[in-house]
Nanobody
Framework: VQLQASGGGLVQAGGSLNLSCVAS????????VAWYRETPGKQRELVAS???????NYRDSTGGRLSISRDNAKKTVYLQMNSLKPEDTGTYYC???????????????????WGQGTQVTVSS
């Protein structure tokens, strides 16, 4: 099982980016997926999350500028980021709780996975 994050880039303040997080491998179901931001000298912080059923939560400081969504058939979660600010700069990681396909013993494993991170840089 792998998570692949993409969509980051360099944009000017006020611009937009749409990040993607794709899960692949022997997967039965992708449960809650979350996006985190990491900046130098700070702890990785939760930005937004979405459950399998589509319930979304956002960090208070995002001020309605972010929208998280998912396509369960494609095992993909998106983070639309609008009106970007320089303080949005950082490396964005996605994390997901994934239920694996049945193994030889007939059981499924449930564990958390992390993507490799995608860099978002917002210039002023």
């Amino acid at each position: 099982v792998q998570l692949q994050a993409s969509g980051g880039g360099l944009v000017q303040a006020g611009g937009s980016l749409n990040l993607s997080c794709v899960a692949s491998g022997k997967i039965f179901r992708v449960n809650t997926v979350a996006w985190y931001r990491e900046t130098p000298g700070k702890q990785r912080e939760l930005v937004a999350s979405i459950t399998h059923g589509g319930s979304a939560n956002y960090r208070d400081s995002t001020g309605g500028r972010l929208s998280i969504s998912r396509d369960n058939a494609k095992k993909t979660v998106y983070l639309q980021m609008n009106s970007l600010k320089p303080e949005d700069t950082g490396t964005y990681y996605c994390s997901a709780e994934i239920v694996g396909s049945r193994n030889i013993g007939g059981t499924r494993t449930v564990r958390d996975y992390w993507g490799q991170g995608t860099q978002v840089t917002v210039s002023s």
